[in-house]
């Protein structure tokens, strides 16, 4: 049983490795940036933890025919040839993110109508470029930032509320460049891969008002903690006095094409033909999960003890893959991140299973604000737990999942990958 732990951990962490060094929709990236000219001038703009990696490639593809570029990412990253790096600060906003986000907008808005423009769009935008609007000042930007990302909310609701915060989001970046040939290519971090919901949506028209911002904040009971400006300039946009984002009935923006790669899914499949090759039989999640992440526990959970007990379709050794976003509602000061949560959380679950392992990740290389990107748990985790006097359903309790890992040495540590394909879980059974 020991043994066939330790290999189980061995292999998770050898994939978590592989997650790393992955250049995410690669082809599908290369593929898309055939739909501007090699010839004639084009102008390289980009915001994201993938942002770099996308931009090198466009350099390469269209050479000298760039004629400049800028980028905001908080990947860490090489000097490119053609294009500027800015740093932006994620999950939350601060004045880095602001002052670079200005730098854009103006650089922008002096790229000539008669040249093309490469948008190069990847997870942590929302974050990383984002001007507040109205009266709001940025840390109460943050504030509210942290409200909703801790609200229990899915992304596609938090997103539509920092889209009426922000004067870059919901289409803003698109209207100031109206007039050109722009081509966004989106490397999706959201379930659904909307391209009005992936980093906010700044090049695409944006569906959702105001109203429905207020909705989401009542629905999860944060409007009375929202800062005064924040909840001032949504009531203002509600009733009129505050211009809503650009909408899709009303600017058609011809010139504009948008190519999204589903990158989660393409991550997922490479992470399934790597245990394939090991000898594992593999079941690969077919689409995105959006759920709270205790749903998203029981299920994994579920589907590895369906295969202990020889119900399940495929029979051990056998290594189920998932993708998706979760949410969570925290409470209690806790510190921690959704891939900790949920791997403590199954830790308890799978308790005395076995042999059972999980690995929870944040393809980005950060999960939560902590130095994580996620953990690798077994059946005899809680169980080694206990040994240690310690209780795995009071770290679950406070939200400290952060501190188990570290007491149990479970953390994954891989450092910020300049990549964001949503979070990845692999199950190892038998």
Wanted: net charge neutral; with cysteine; proline share 4%.
């Amino acid at each position: 049983m020991k043994k066939k732990l330790e290999e189980q951990a061995e292999i998770l962490l050898d994939l978590a490795g592989f997650v790393s060094k992955t250049e995410i929709g690669t082809s599908g990236v290369q593929s898309a940036f055939s739909r501007l000219n090699k010839r004639k001038p084009v102008w390289i703009l980009g915001v994201g933890k993938a942002s770099v990696s996308m931009a090198k490639r466009a350099e390469f593809y269209f050479g000298d025919a760039i004629k400049d570029g800028m980028i905001i990412t908080n990947a860490p990253t090489d000097k490119l040839s053609y294009t500027q790096v800015f740093n932006g600060s994620h999950p939350y906003p601060h004045e880095d993110s602001v002052s670079a986000s200005y730098e854009l907008m103006e650089f922008a808005s002096k790229i000539p109508e008669s040249d093309q423009v490469l948008f190069c769009l990847s997870g942590g935008a929302s974050s990383l470029f984002c001007i507040p609007a109205g009266d709001i000042e940025i840390d109460e930007l943050s504030t509210t930032y942290k409200l909703l990302l801790n609200s229990g909310a899915s992304i596609h609701e938090i997103n539509v509320v920092r889209k009426h915060l922000s004067e870059t989001s919901g289409g803003r970046l698109g209207s100031l460049l109206s007039s050109h040939r722009l081509l966004s290519v989106i490397v999706s971090d959201v379930p659904g891969d909307e391209p009005s919901v992936i980093g906010s949506g700044p090049t695409v028209p944006d569906p959702s008002t105001f109203k429905e911002c207020f909705a989401i904040v009542k629905k999860y009971r944060i409007w009375p903690k929202l800062p005064h400006a924040v909840r001032i300039h949504i009531s203002k946009g509600m009733h009129g006095d505050v211009e809503e984002t650009p909408k899709p009935r009303r600017n058609k923006w011809k010139q504009h094409q948008v190519e999204v790669i589903s990158g989660a899914k393409l991550l997922a499949e490479d992470v399934g033909q790597k245990l394939t090759e090991i000898g594992y039989k593999v079941e690969i999640s077919q689409t995105a999960y959006n759920r709270d992440v205790s749903s998203i526990s029981k299920k994994i959970c579920s589907d590895a003890i369906s295969i202990l007990s020889k119900r399940g379709e495929i029979k051990a050794p056998a290594a189920l893959v998932y993708f998706g976003e979760s949410t969570v509602k925290v409470k209690g000061d806790g510190k921690g991140g959704r891939n900790q949560h949920l791997a403590l959380m199954a830790a308890l679950t799978i308790e005395g299973q076995h042999p059972v392992s999980v690995m929870s990740l944040a393809t980005d290389g950060i999960d939560g604000p902590t130095d994580s990107a996620g953990a690798i748990i077994n059946s005899m985790t809680t169980l080694k737990a206990r040994k240690k006097k310690l209780e795995p359903e009071s770290y679950l309790q406070n939200f400290n999942s952060y501190e188990f890992h570290s007491a149990m040495n479970s953390h994954i540590k891989i450092g910020s990958t300049g990549q964001n394909a949503m979070d990845l879980q692999v199950v190892l059974v038998g």
